[in-house]
């Protein structure tokens, strides 16, 4: 068995093409990711991979829905989605295939 930390993680990610990473494949990747309250990420969308998204703990607003612990968003190829976070949150992301480059921030 071997350990490893969260916080030794590039914004959470440890499964995927990247580094550091305790897995190297293009495969999947794998993020358990922490927000503060009053986060925001921009619309975007992916060309290739569908990505899962738990909410873990907290409460977000995803292309204006709130979404809260125990809802799972399916983000698949081409859909745009932005993200705020209502309160602290954590997720776990999981993104399929891996396709590194594969994000696209969508014009404002």
């Given amino acids: 068995m071997e350990k490893y930390n969260l916080a030794d993680m590039v914004k959470g990610w440890f499964v995927g093409n990247f580094e ?15 927000y503060a309250e009053g986060e925001y ?9 569908t990505e899962f998204t738990v909410i873990v703990t907290g409460e977000v607003e995803v292309n204006g829905k709130r979404y809260s612990a125990g809802d799972i968003l399916k983000v698949p190829p081409g859909t745009s ?13 999981v993104k399929v295939p891996g396709a590194g480059n594969d994000k696209y921030v969508d014009p404002q």
Avoid: M, W
């Fill in 20 to 34: 550091p990473t305790l897995y190297r494949t293009n495969d999947v990747e794998v993020g358990v990711k922490q």
């Fill in 41 to 49: 990420e921009a619309s975007h969308h992916h060309k290739i991979a």
């Fill in 81 to 93: 989605a932005n993200f705020r976070t209502l309160t602290p949150v954590t997720t776990c992301v």
